[in-house]
């Protein structure tokens, strides 16, 4: 099993719509979580970062679920600037970051 | 601009030859990673520095991977003997206290 993994996508959802992202980690001893956001060809920027059991900004919510070892990102009302992929990052126990795959989302007019 | 910069920001190189990258973190971040990424893949981690000390190296860095960050400030990475399995798009990450990375825009490079 991988350390981190991610639905691949891509993601296809029109303006307006409401979308949700899964991440599964295999360290059960991960505190803290984040998601970045990497546009094509850019470099990742951080999103939202999770040390309890979610956080919330505006129309993005993230969500964390010890028990299962997962985490969610769900974006609401979907703009077409939110087209990116979406990478799950998880820190293991010493100073090792994981990211994952990462996930495409495309929204379309 | 995230205030990380990296030089150069492409390379072209053969097959054999050695390739150096400079990365230049936020002034004030003692803390430094550097990632590999390849095309539809999240960046692997590489290396970990805290200030000039490294302390955490991946296992499946070969020795023709060397990193250093001389005084805690700018970091370089080395590739020695270039591999055509090399070419990717080198990040530098640096952060502070908090958890947050800042990225440089990489260097991508190519090997012949």
């Known amino acids: 099993r991988k350390e981190v993994e991610q639905d691949p996508g891509p993601f296809n959802v029109p303006e307006g719509a409401t979308v949700a992202f899964n991440c599964t980690y295999s360290?059960?001893?991960?505190?803290?979580f984040f998601w970045y956001r990497q546009d094509c060809r850019k470099e990742p920027k951080l999103l939202m970062s999770?040390?309890?059991s979610g956080n919330e900004d505006g129309r993005f919510t993230a969500q964390l679920n010890r028990a299962s070892q997962y985490i969610s990102l769900l974006i609401r009302d979907s703009k077409l600037s939110d087209s990116a992929t979406y990478l799950c990052?998880?820190?293991?126990?010493?100073?090792?970051?994981?990211f994952g795959a990462g996930t495409r989302l495309f929204v379309k007019a | 601009d995230t205030g990380v910069s990296q030089n150069p920001r492409h390379k072209i190189t053969k097959r054999g030859q050695n390739v150096t990258f400079r990365c230049d973190p936020i002034?004030?971040?003692?803390?430094l990673y550097w990632y590999r990424q390849t095309l539809g893949q999240g960046p692997e981690f590489l290396t970990y520095?805290?200030?000039?000390?490294?302390?955490?190296k991946s296992r499946l860095l070969s020795d023709r991977f060397s990193a250093e960050r001389p005084k805690g400030s700018f970091s370089t990475l080395e590739i020695q003997r270039t591999e055509q399995g090399d070419s990717a798009m080198y990040l530098c990450?640096?952060?502070?206290?908090?958890?947050?990375?800042?990225f440089g825009p990489g260097t991508r490079l190519t090997v012949l």
């Open positions: 990052v998880v820190p293991t126990g010493g100073f090792k970051t994981i």
């Open positions: 360290n059960s001893a991960s505190q803290s």
């Open positions: 999770v040390y309890s």
């Open positions: 002034s004030e971040h003692n803390r």
């Open positions: 520095f805290q200030n000039e000390a490294q302390l955490e």
């Open positions: 990450a640096s952060l502070a206290g908090t958890d947050t990375q800042y």
